[in-house]
T-cell receptor, first 111, second 116 residues
């Protein structure tokens, strides 16, 4: 099935650094979502974006819905050890459509 | 809030037996629930979509007779893995959507299934 493109597969940063993750698609989505998954747990919703160009923050996290509706990015500022985990982007074409997930980016934060 | 629970959190069973996994929305009513499976280091793969009171819609390649889904109420959906085999071992995650037309899915904590 269709997937969103997330790369690289893994990222390693130092505690306190900022990190940016990108998610791209060949098709348009009307909703973009960012989830974080800890080992052995289900994904937890971080930020939901519903409008092209929208910029939304949740604490140290900021995400934007690309103007073309084919991409989104997530920024984490001043990273801390508990930011470690897998970050998935997900897109939804319509209100009743299923989610399309990226492959996820595993973030490691060195203390 | 939007809390989704799953039970059990992990299960070990013998090959050939059936296993039932429950997904509950604790503080909201869910007209639609979704079942995913996830293999190690991979993304979530949608198995089926279930709407309360109607038959589930299965994704291509997912056997509906093997993965039985029942969505009997607005707060409960169950996934039964029938005649489980070792290749069914995986992490099964459900999600729930609050209202028809609302995009956001809230995920449960997952159920780890190991078939011996």
């Amino acid at each position: 099935g269709q997937q969103l493109n997330q790369s690289p597969q893994s990222m390693f940063i130092q505690e306190g650094e900022d990190v940016s993750m990108n998610c791209t698609s060949s098709s348009i989505f009307n909703t973009w979502l960012w989830y974080k998954q800890d080992p052995g747990e289900g994904p937890v919703l971080l930020i939901a974006l519903y409008k092209a160009g929208e910029l939304t923050s949740n604490g140290r996290l900021t995400a934007q819905f690309g103007i073309t509706r084919k991409d989104s990015f997530l920024n984490i500022s001043a990273s801390i050890p508990s930011d470690v985990g897998i970050y998935f982007c997900a897109g939804q074409a319509g209100a009743d459509s299923k989610l399309t997930f990226g492959k996820g980016i595993t973030l490691s934060v060195r203390p | 809030g939007a809390v989704v629970s799953q039970h059990p959190s992990w299960v070990i069973c013998k090959s050939g037996t059936s296993v039932k996994i429950e997904c509950r929305s604790l503080d909201f009513q869910a007209t639609t629930m979704f079942w995913y499976r996830q293999f190690p280091k991979q993304s979530l793969m949608l198995m089926a979509t279930s709407n309360e009171g109607s038959k589930a819609t299965y994704e291509q390649g997912v056997e509906k007779d093997k993965f039985l889904i029942n969505h009997a109420s607005l707060t409960l959906s169950t996934l039964t893995v029938t005649s489980a085999h070792p290749e069914d071992s995986s992490f099964y995650i459900c999600s729930a959507r609050k209202l028809r037309g609302s995009e956001t899915q809230y995920f449960g904590p997952g159920t780890r299934l190991l078939v011996l």
